[in-house]
């Protein structure tokens, strides 16, 4: 099922991702969901978008990587 808007995300989605890393996460959801028909790949490929541009802190935190 897409998400079509942040507001829609899972709370763990929602809770720990800043906005533009559940932006990013939705886009890649979205298209995965699409291409392969599949909720848990689609899930799976959204989440290896968000950690190409965004890691988690000690903190637990998550923080965009220095480019």
């Not at 808007?5 to 559940?22: G, R, T």
């Not at 996460?25 to 699409?34: D, G, L, Q, Y």
């Not at 392969?36 to 799976?44: C, S, V």
Request: hydrophobic share 30%; proline share 6%; no cysteine.
């Amino acid at each position: 099922m897409p998400y079509q808007k942040i507001e829609d995300l899972p709370d763990s989605v929602k809770e720990h991702l800043p906005q533009h890393a559940q932006e990013i996460f939705i886009a890649a959801f979205n298209s995965a969901e699409e291409q392969y028909g599949e909720e848990e790949r689609a899930f799976r490929v959204a989440w290896s978008a968000v950690k190409r541009d965004y890691e988690k802190g000690d903190d637990g935190e998550w923080y965009k990587k220095p480019e």
